[in-house]
Protein backbone atom coordinates (compact mmCIF):
# COMPACT_ATOMS: atom_id res chain seq x y z
CA UNK A 1 0.00 0.00 0.00
CA UNK A 2 2.83 2.45 1.11
CA UNK A 3 4.42 1.71 -2.36
CA UNK A 4 0.94 1.83 -4.12
CA UNK A 5 0.91 5.51 -2.41
CA UNK A 6 4.43 6.79 -3.17
CA UNK A 7 3.41 6.02 -7.15
CA UNK A 8 0.67 7.72 -7.13
CA UNK A 9 2.08 10.94 -5.53
CA UNK A 10 5.10 10.92 -7.56
CA UNK A 11 1.93 10.58 -10.48
CA UNK A 12 0.57 13.62 -9.50
CA UNK A 13 3.48 15.64 -9.13
CA UNK A 14 3.92 14.99 -12.83
CA UNK A 15 0.33 15.81 -13.77
CA UNK A 16 1.10 19.32 -11.56
CA UNK A 17 4.24 20.27 -12.94
CA UNK A 18 3.27 22.42 -15.60
CA UNK A 19 1.41 24.64 -13.34
CA UNK A 20 4.45 24.89 -10.58
CA UNK A 21 6.73 25.58 -13.15
CA UNK A 22 4.61 28.43 -14.60
CA UNK A 23 4.00 30.02 -10.90
CA UNK A 24 7.69 29.84 -10.67
CA UNK A 25 7.95 32.01 -13.67
CA UNK A 26 5.35 34.51 -12.52
CA UNK A 27 7.24 35.06 -9.36
CA UNK A 28 10.40 35.46 -11.30
CA UNK A 29 8.85 38.22 -13.35
CA UNK A 30 7.50 39.84 -10.52
CA UNK A 31 10.77 39.62 -8.78
CA UNK A 32 12.48 41.46 -11.06
CA UNK A 33 9.53 43.84 -12.21
CA UNK A 34 8.67 45.36 -8.59
CA UNK A 35 12.21 46.33 -8.19
CA UNK A 36 12.26 48.24 -11.24
CA UNK A 37 8.94 50.02 -11.06
CA UNK A 38 10.04 51.02 -7.59
CA UNK A 39 12.93 53.08 -9.24
CA UNK A 40 10.62 54.04 -11.89
CA UNK A 41 8.64 55.67 -8.99
CA UNK A 42 11.91 57.68 -6.79
CA UNK A 43 13.38 58.82 -10.42
CA UNK A 44 10.39 60.73 -12.00
CA UNK A 45 10.44 63.19 -9.50
CA UNK A 46 13.98 63.97 -9.87
CA UNK A 47 13.44 64.46 -13.73
CA UNK A 48 9.90 66.28 -13.30
CA UNK A 49 11.64 68.69 -10.84
CA UNK A 50 14.57 69.67 -12.68
CA UNK A 51 12.88 70.41 -15.91
CA UNK A 52 11.96 73.86 -14.50
CA UNK A 53 15.59 74.57 -14.50
CA UNK A 54 16.16 75.83 -17.51
CA UNK A 55 12.83 77.44 -17.87
CA UNK A 56 13.69 79.43 -15.04
CA UNK A 57 17.08 81.04 -16.32
CA UNK A 58 15.09 81.67 -19.13
CA UNK A 59 13.00 83.90 -17.76
CA UNK A 60 15.40 85.96 -16.11
CA UNK A 61 16.88 86.21 -18.64
CA UNK A 62 13.58 87.77 -20.60
CA UNK A 63 12.96 89.56 -17.76
CA UNK A 64 15.60 92.20 -18.05
CA UNK A 65 14.11 92.70 -21.85
CA UNK A 66 10.92 93.17 -20.95
CA UNK A 67 11.14 95.55 -17.88
CA UNK A 68 11.13 99.23 -18.84
CA UNK A 69 14.15 100.82 -17.91
CA UNK A 70 14.42 103.84 -15.77
CA UNK A 71 15.22 106.51 -18.11
CA UNK A 72 11.42 105.60 -20.04
CA UNK A 73 9.85 106.30 -16.73
CA UNK A 74 11.79 108.47 -15.22
CA UNK A 75 11.81 112.60 -15.49
CA UNK A 76 12.88 113.60 -19.35
CA UNK A 77 16.64 114.29 -19.07
CA UNK A 78 18.75 117.04 -20.26
CA UNK A 79 19.37 117.44 -23.87
CA UNK A 80 22.44 116.59 -25.25
CA UNK A 81 23.96 118.93 -27.98
CA UNK A 82 24.33 116.59 -31.14
CA UNK A 83 24.58 117.76 -34.54
CA UNK A 84 20.83 117.75 -35.42
CA UNK A 85 20.44 120.59 -31.83
CA UNK A 86 20.48 123.98 -32.70
CA UNK A 87 22.63 126.26 -31.37
CA UNK A 88 20.33 127.70 -29.01
CA UNK A 89 19.96 124.26 -26.82
CA UNK A 90 23.65 123.44 -27.40
CA UNK A 91 24.61 127.02 -26.53
CA UNK A 92 22.70 126.61 -23.56
CA UNK A 93 24.58 123.25 -22.47
CA UNK A 94 27.70 124.80 -23.07
CA UNK A 95 26.90 127.66 -19.74
CA UNK A 96 28.58 127.43 -16.68
CA UNK A 97 25.84 126.38 -14.30
CA UNK A 98 25.87 128.20 -10.64
CA UNK A 99 24.16 129.96 -7.66
CA UNK A 100 24.12 133.68 -7.76
CA UNK A 101 26.69 135.77 -6.22
CA UNK A 102 25.77 138.62 -3.79
CA UNK A 103 24.71 141.96 -5.31
CA UNK A 104 26.99 143.74 -2.84
CA UNK A 105 28.62 146.91 -4.85
CA UNK A 106 26.14 146.80 -7.68
CA UNK A 107 25.63 150.42 -9.03
CA UNK A 108 24.12 151.33 -12.63
CA UNK A 109 27.35 153.28 -12.92
CA UNK A 110 29.61 150.29 -12.20
CA UNK A 111 28.77 149.72 -16.45
CA UNK A 112 29.54 153.47 -17.38
CA UNK A 113 27.29 156.73 -18.21
CA UNK A 114 24.16 155.67 -19.62
CA UNK A 115 24.44 155.42 -23.13
CA UNK A 116 27.82 156.70 -23.47
CA UNK A 117 29.23 157.12 -27.14
CA UNK A 118 31.54 153.52 -27.04
CA UNK A 119 32.15 154.09 -30.63
CA UNK A 120 32.64 157.89 -31.13
CA UNK A 121 30.41 158.52 -33.96
CA UNK A 122 29.55 161.67 -32.65
CA UNK A 123 25.91 159.80 -31.35
CA UNK A 124 25.05 157.49 -27.80
CA UNK A 125 23.89 153.94 -28.26
CA UNK A 126 20.33 155.22 -27.32
CA UNK A 127 19.77 156.75 -30.64
CA UNK A 128 21.95 154.16 -32.77
CA UNK A 129 19.57 151.69 -31.00
CA UNK A 130 16.52 153.28 -32.32
CA UNK A 131 17.80 154.34 -35.65
CA UNK A 132 18.77 150.62 -36.16
CA UNK A 133 15.19 149.30 -34.86
CA UNK A 134 12.91 152.01 -35.89
CA UNK A 135 11.78 151.41 -39.45
CA UNK A 136 12.17 155.17 -41.38
CA UNK A 137 13.64 156.31 -39.13
CA UNK A 138 13.70 160.17 -38.91
CA UNK A 139 17.26 161.80 -37.46
CA UNK A 140 17.12 165.64 -36.27
CA UNK A 141 20.85 167.00 -36.45
CA UNK A 142 23.67 164.04 -36.71
CA UNK A 143 22.01 162.19 -34.22
CA UNK A 144 18.61 162.48 -32.34
CA UNK A 145 15.72 160.00 -33.48
CA UNK A 146 12.45 161.74 -34.05
CA UNK A 147 10.28 159.78 -35.60
CA UNK A 148 9.76 156.30 -37.13
CA UNK A 149 7.73 153.26 -36.88
CA UNK A 150 8.25 151.52 -33.62
CA UNK A 151 7.42 147.35 -33.23
CA UNK A 152 7.90 146.38 -29.62
CA UNK A 153 9.20 142.58 -30.10
CA UNK A 154 8.17 142.06 -26.36
CA UNK A 155 4.70 143.08 -26.62
CA UNK A 156 3.75 142.74 -30.25
CA UNK A 157 2.92 146.85 -30.00
CA UNK A 158 3.12 149.12 -33.00
CA UNK A 159 2.98 152.80 -33.42
CA UNK A 160 4.63 155.93 -34.31
CA UNK A 161 7.83 156.66 -32.25
CA UNK A 162 7.12 160.73 -32.49
CA UNK A 163 3.78 160.15 -30.23
CA UNK A 164 5.14 157.64 -27.86
CA UNK A 165 9.23 158.54 -27.46
CA UNK A 166 8.84 159.60 -23.94
CA UNK A 167 7.32 156.02 -23.35
CA UNK A 168 10.09 153.95 -24.85
CA UNK A 169 13.04 152.87 -22.82
CA UNK A 170 15.80 150.65 -24.28
CA UNK A 171 15.89 147.60 -22.01
CA UNK A 172 19.03 145.46 -21.61
CA UNK A 173 17.96 142.22 -22.20
CA UNK A 174 20.25 141.00 -20.00
CA UNK A 175 20.04 142.85 -16.88
CA UNK A 176 22.94 144.61 -15.83
CA UNK A 177 22.54 143.04 -12.00
CA UNK A 178 21.89 139.92 -13.28
CA UNK A 179 24.99 140.34 -14.74
CA UNK A 180 26.96 141.48 -12.17
CA UNK A 181 25.88 138.41 -10.07
CA UNK A 182 26.95 136.02 -12.71
CA UNK A 183 30.28 137.08 -13.41
CA UNK A 184 30.56 140.90 -14.34
CA UNK A 185 31.63 141.86 -11.18
CA UNK A 186 35.36 140.46 -11.84
CA UNK A 187 35.59 142.50 -15.10
CA UNK A 188 37.51 144.97 -15.67
CA UNK A 189 35.63 148.26 -16.03
CA UNK A 190 36.17 149.09 -19.45
CA UNK A 191 34.39 145.21 -20.64
CA UNK A 192 31.53 146.42 -18.25
CA UNK A 193 30.95 149.63 -20.54
CA UNK A 194 31.23 147.98 -23.60
CA UNK A 195 28.70 144.96 -22.10
CA UNK A 196 26.15 147.54 -21.75
CA UNK A 197 26.65 149.16 -24.80
CA UNK A 198 27.00 146.10 -27.00
CA UNK A 199 23.91 146.37 -29.19
CA UNK A 200 23.26 142.29 -29.06
CA UNK A 201 22.36 143.41 -25.52
CA UNK A 202 19.69 145.98 -25.96
CA UNK A 203 16.24 146.01 -27.34
CA UNK A 204 14.00 149.03 -27.56
CA UNK A 205 10.21 148.40 -25.24
CA UNK A 206 8.03 150.18 -23.24
CA UNK A 207 9.01 151.89 -20.22
CA UNK A 208 6.37 149.69 -18.31
CA UNK A 209 7.32 146.22 -19.64
CA UNK A 210 11.22 147.36 -18.91
CA UNK A 211 10.49 148.32 -15.68
CA UNK A 212 8.10 145.30 -14.59
CA UNK A 213 11.09 142.94 -16.20
CA UNK A 214 13.90 145.34 -13.65
CA UNK A 215 16.68 142.45 -12.81
CA UNK A 216 15.12 139.27 -13.47
CA UNK A 217 15.75 136.31 -15.52
CA UNK A 218 14.53 133.98 -17.58
CA UNK A 219 13.96 132.38 -15.05
CA UNK A 220 11.13 134.72 -13.58
CA UNK A 221 10.26 136.87 -16.34
CA UNK A 222 9.43 136.27 -19.46
CA UNK A 223 8.08 138.52 -22.46
CA UNK A 224 4.05 139.31 -22.42
CA UNK A 225 4.24 137.97 -25.79
CA UNK A 226 4.37 134.03 -25.42
CA UNK A 227 5.38 134.58 -29.16
CA UNK A 228 8.54 135.82 -28.57
CA UNK A 229 9.68 133.76 -25.53
CA UNK A 230 12.14 131.84 -28.25
CA UNK A 231 13.56 134.50 -29.37
CA UNK A 232 14.19 136.10 -26.31
CA UNK A 233 15.62 133.12 -24.60
CA UNK A 234 18.21 132.15 -27.53
CA UNK A 235 19.32 136.09 -27.29
CA UNK A 236 19.82 136.04 -23.42
CA UNK A 237 22.11 132.60 -24.35
CA UNK A 238 23.83 134.07 -27.22
CA UNK A 239 24.97 137.49 -24.52
CA UNK A 240 25.97 134.80 -22.00
CA UNK A 241 28.16 132.75 -24.07
CA UNK A 242 29.49 135.71 -25.61
CA UNK A 243 30.04 137.13 -22.14
CA UNK A 244 31.01 134.25 -20.34
CA UNK A 245 28.38 134.86 -17.69
CA UNK A 246 26.86 131.85 -16.33
CA UNK A 247 23.13 130.76 -15.39
CA UNK A 248 21.58 129.48 -12.26
CA UNK A 249 19.86 126.18 -12.30
CA UNK A 250 16.55 127.10 -12.30
CA UNK A 251 17.12 129.88 -15.52
CA UNK A 252 18.49 126.94 -16.94
CA UNK A 253 15.49 125.11 -16.65
CA UNK A 254 13.20 127.58 -17.45
CA UNK A 255 15.59 128.65 -20.53
CA UNK A 256 15.21 124.56 -21.41
CA UNK A 257 11.88 124.51 -21.08
CA UNK A 258 11.20 127.17 -23.70
CA UNK A 259 13.01 125.99 -26.05
CA UNK A 260 11.21 122.66 -25.83
CA UNK A 261 8.68 124.49 -28.05
CA UNK A 262 10.88 125.57 -30.61
CA UNK A 263 13.92 123.02 -30.51
CA UNK A 264 15.05 124.56 -33.46
CA UNK A 265 15.75 127.70 -32.40
CA UNK A 266 18.96 129.46 -33.43
CA UNK A 267 20.63 131.93 -31.74
CA UNK A 268 21.46 135.70 -33.02
CA UNK A 269 24.96 136.12 -34.63
CA UNK A 270 26.68 137.78 -30.97
CA UNK A 271 28.71 140.23 -33.07
CA UNK A 272 32.18 141.56 -32.32
CA UNK A 273 32.54 142.80 -28.84
CA UNK A 274 32.34 147.10 -28.57
CA UNK A 275 35.81 148.45 -28.10
CA UNK A 276 36.40 151.96 -27.09
CA UNK A 277 37.80 153.92 -29.97
CA UNK A 278 38.94 157.23 -31.12
CA UNK A 279 37.04 159.04 -33.12
CA UNK A 280 37.77 160.88 -36.46
CA UNK A 281 39.85 164.24 -36.58
CA UNK A 282 37.17 165.79 -38.07
CA UNK A 283 34.59 165.25 -35.74
CA UNK A 284 37.06 166.31 -32.90
CA UNK A 285 37.38 169.67 -34.66
CA UNK A 286 33.48 170.75 -33.63
CA UNK A 287 34.28 169.71 -29.86
CA UNK A 288 34.64 172.80 -27.50
CA UNK A 289 37.95 172.83 -26.10
CA UNK A 290 38.71 172.01 -22.74
CA UNK A 291 41.47 172.87 -20.37
CA UNK A 292 43.23 169.83 -19.68
CA UNK A 293 46.25 170.01 -17.39
CA UNK A 294 49.78 169.89 -19.13
CA UNK A 295 50.48 166.53 -17.68
CA UNK A 296 47.33 164.78 -19.03
CA UNK A 297 47.89 162.18 -21.24
CA UNK A 298 48.22 163.20 -24.88
CA UNK A 299 46.11 160.05 -26.19
CA UNK A 300 42.74 161.42 -26.32
CA UNK A 301 42.15 162.40 -29.73
CA UNK A 302 45.10 161.81 -31.93
CA UNK A 303 47.10 159.01 -30.78
CA UNK A 304 46.52 155.61 -29.48
CA UNK A 305 44.81 154.43 -26.67
CA UNK A 306 46.03 154.37 -23.07
CA UNK A 307 46.08 151.08 -21.37
CA UNK A 308 43.33 150.24 -18.99
CA UNK A 309 45.10 150.57 -15.44
CA UNK A 310 41.35 148.77 -13.53
CA UNK A 311 41.88 152.04 -11.05
CA UNK A 312 43.15 155.58 -11.70
CA UNK A 313 44.99 155.16 -8.60
CA UNK A 314 47.12 152.82 -11.03
CA UNK A 315 46.56 155.21 -13.84
CA UNK A 316 48.42 157.98 -12.13
CA UNK A 317 50.90 156.12 -10.51
CA UNK A 318 51.95 155.49 -14.11
CA UNK A 319 51.82 158.98 -15.12
CA UNK A 320 48.70 158.74 -16.87
CA UNK A 321 44.92 160.92 -16.56
CA UNK A 322 42.71 162.55 -16.09
CA UNK A 323 40.33 161.85 -18.74
CA UNK A 324 37.37 163.90 -19.77
CA UNK A 325 34.37 162.46 -20.96
CA UNK A 326 34.03 163.71 -24.67
CA UNK A 327 37.47 163.76 -25.44
CA UNK A 328 39.27 161.28 -24.07
CA UNK A 329 37.65 157.61 -24.95
CA UNK A 330 39.87 156.78 -21.17
CA UNK A 331 37.34 158.08 -19.72
CA UNK A 332 35.09 155.15 -20.01
CA UNK A 333 37.92 152.88 -18.15
CA UNK A 334 36.97 154.43 -14.78
CA UNK A 335 34.20 155.25 -12.62
CA UNK A 336 32.99 158.69 -12.50
CA UNK A 337 32.32 158.97 -8.61
CA UNK A 338 31.85 162.56 -8.65
CA UNK A 339 30.45 162.62 -12.21
CA UNK A 340 31.65 165.58 -12.79
CA UNK A 341 32.81 164.39 -16.24
CA UNK A 342 36.70 164.06 -15.50
CA UNK A 343 38.50 161.33 -14.18
CA UNK A 344 41.60 160.10 -12.74
CA UNK A 345 42.25 163.63 -12.39
Given at each position: ?RG???I???Q?L ?7 V ?11 A ?19 A ?18 L??A???VV ?18 G ?9 D ?9 D ?21 G???V?AG??TD ?8 F??M ?5 ID???A?S ?14 R ?14 G ?12 S ?6 Q ?11 I ?29 V?G??P ?47 PY ?22
Open positions: MLRGVTIRKSRWPLLGLLSLLVVIGILPMARNSNTTAPTSAAATPPSATLTSEFANEITPSPETSPAEPTADVAPAIADLNSLRVKRAPRSGYAREFGPAWADISNGCDTRNDILNAELTAAVVEDCTIGFPYTEMQGDASRNSIQHVVLDAWQKGAQKWPFAKVAFANDPLELQATLDVNQQKSDSDAAWLPPSRYWCPFVAQQIAKKKYDLWVTPAEKDAMMRVLGSCPSQAVPPPQTLAVGPAARQDTTPPVDVPSDSSSSGVSGGLDPDFGTCRAAKASGFGVNGVNPEYAYYRDADHDGTVCE
